[in-house]
């Protein structure tokens, strides 16, 4: 662990890329689908994008500071927010300053970076760098997200060193806590760093669904699946995320400074529109812990979930696509 000379809040940076624009030849204009970055495992995957001649990408960031240990102590001052995205292959840097959000108090900073196509190779490196003046002597750093983000110029998946953990195991045979499930076609594993699908190989035809295996038929209903997958393990992991909060002394809940707090400030909008976060998140423990109704709010987090897994848009293209099968193939 590295020392610093100087006072150090404790509490963590956290960041968020939370839309990404990409400008090609003559100005023109494209939005990155959402698909196109994680912020479960903090990737952006340019190489999804439908245009291939786009010249440079616009990420646009918010950071979330300990701001009221910033404030309660006392030990710093002028305080700026810096993004700085480097790739070493090509030596590429590139700084941005945040701007604090309109509504005070909550600790997040809001901005844009701006990567160019012809500086980058690879990978690039995203981390936000807290800089406050202490003890008389500015431009210290104070804090740094622990967690760097991964901004790919040409993968087609947000991947930071994997997919998307799928294992197909017998639940019939596996570990002993499956066999309590071995008619579900999967469950979704939260105990672990990162969440997890366990996909039952017992289940029959499901892997070479899900694998996009055998008829166009079978692909398309194979895409579906996997989109209904996406859902269950958003529910999950907002249940794990929820469940897992640090409380202050006064009963107010804190984020979460790991992927379980980028999980709960992609649904909470979604869960209460036009609320704060921290009035959502507010809202949302208070109900968990019966200070409200829990049970009305499960439909709202299954929409959210729903929405961050694109499930209505897949639905209606399997509608199309068999649509479409049928009339290629009559009976």
Not at 242 to 255: A, K, R
Not at 302 to 318: G, M, S
Request: hydrophobic share 40%.
């Amino acid at each position: 662990m590295r020392a610093y000379p100087y006072p150090r809040p404790t509490g963590e940076v956290t960041a968020r890329v939370t839309a990404v624009r990409l400008r090609g030849p003559g100005d023109s204009r494209e939005q990155l689908d959402s698909k196109g970055y994680s912020v479960v495992d903090q990737v952006v995957a340019l190489g999804m994008a439908e245009r291939h001649d786009w010249q440079t990408a616009r990420l646009s960031l918010a950071a979330t500071l300990p701001i009221r240990e910033i404030e309660k102590k006392g030990h710093w001052s002028d305080i700026s927010v810096v993004a700085v995205l480097t790739e070493g292959a090509t030596n590429a840097r590139t700084v941005a300053w945040l701007e604090p959000a309109a509504e005070a108090g909550r600790g997040e900073w809001l901005g844009e970076i701006e990567l160019d196509r012809n500086d980058h190779m690879d990978r690039a490196s995203l981390v936000v760098y807290v800089v406050a003046t202490v003890g008389g002597v500015p431009g210290r750093i104070i804090a740094f997200t622990e967690r760097e983000w991964l901004i790919d110029v040409t993968a087609d998946a947000p991947r930071r060193d994997r997919e998307l953990d799928v294992t197909t195991v017998s639940f019939a045979r596996g570990a002993e806590w499956l066999r309590d499930f071995r008619d579900a076609p999967w469950v979704v594993d939260t105990s672990g760093r990162l969440p997890a699908v366990r996909l039952n190989s017992d289940f029959e035809g499901l892997v070479g669904l899900v694998e996009a295996e055998g008829t166009e038929t079978e692909k398309v209903v194979g895409k579906l699946l996997m989109a209904q997958m996406c859902a269950d393990v958003w529910v999950a992991v907002f249940h794990t995320a929820i469940g897992d909060l640090e409380i202050e002394e006064d009963g107010t809940p804190l984020f979460p400074a790991d992927w379980r707090g980028a999980v709960l400030r992609e649904m909470l909008p979604d869960i209460f529109p036009g609320r704060s976060e921290d009035d959502a998140l507010r809202e949302v423990h208070f109900r968990r812990i019966g200070e409200g109704s829990w049970t009305d709010l499960q439909p709202r987090i299954q929409y959210a979930a729903a929405r961050r897994a694109e499930l209505p848009k897949e639905l209606a293209d399997t509608v199309r696509d068999i649509a479409r099968l049928d009339q290629e193939n009559p009976a």
